[in-house]
């Protein structure tokens, strides 16, 4: 299949999803350079954790990493207090 594609105005080229066909489910693509081909190969769907987490289990996930944590500071409780922050 061969179709012909444009730029818009920007430069910028969109290709309609009955172009791309399967490929229309990614939202991402690298684009590499073969000759005078170009190939839109889909990017890893691995998405970050806010993507994927409903708020309740984010939040549950930020509680286990904090308890993970020692209350070891490494600045000196001098450092800590009010009086001192502005000094």
Known sequence: ????VKTNEDGGLYLPPEIL??????KQFSLET???TIV???VSSS???WETRTPE??????RRWAENH??????????LRREN???
Do not use: Q, T, V, W
């Open 1 to 4: 299949m061969r179709s012909i």
């Open 21 to 26: 066909g399967e490929a229309a489910k990614h």
């Open 34 to 36: 073969a000759g005078e």
């Open 40 to 42: 839109l190969r889909p």
């Open 47 to 49: 998405r970050a954790i």
């Open 57 to 62: 289990e984010r939040a549950a996930e930020f």
């Open 70 to 79: 020692n209350d070891d500071a490494d600045l000196p409780d001098e450092s």
């Open 85 to 87: 922050i502005y000094d």
